[in-house]
Nanobody
Framework: QVQLVESGGGLVQPGGSLRLSCAAS????????MGWYRQAPGKQRERVAV???????DYADTVKGRFTISKDNAKNTVYLQMNSLKSEDTAVYYC?????????WGQGTQVTVSS
């Protein structure tokens, strides 16, 4: 079973940028989909961005134009570049992969946007 480890979270001022990384324990070429989700305190977990094996991407309306998801198959890693961060982007960000009957979550990384 694949394992996912997120990194790159931290504290950033409004308007700043962060890049999250999600490293998989095995080759991701055959994984159907990978994505980033987030959960703010008191709120439900929501989808932020996904990327499919063929390279198609999809974003939540709240992050379109600010966040970019990408993947490096050689490094078995998916990235989330976050620009123009807002206080409402504060949350724990989780990486997820899925395919067929399975799905796997990472442990999450905290992103805090505050002055």
């Amino acid at each position: 079973q694949v394992q996912l480890v997120e990194s790159g979270g931290g504290l950033v001022q409004p308007g700043g940028s962060l890049r999250l990384s999600c490293a998989a324990s095995r080759n991701i070429v055959s994984i159907y989909g990978m994505g980033w989700y987030r959960q703010a305190p008191g709120k439900q977990r929501e989808r932020v961005a996904v990327i499919l094996s063929g390279g198609n991407t999809d974003y939540a309306d709240t992050v379109k134009g600010r966040f970019t998801i990408s993947k490096d198959n050689a490094k078995n890693t998916v990235y989330l570049q976050m620009n123009s961060l807002k206080s409402e982007d504060t949350a724990v960000y989780y990486c997820k992969c899925w395919g067929g009957p399975y799905s796997v979550w990472g442990q999450g990384t905290q992103v805090t946007v505050s002055s």
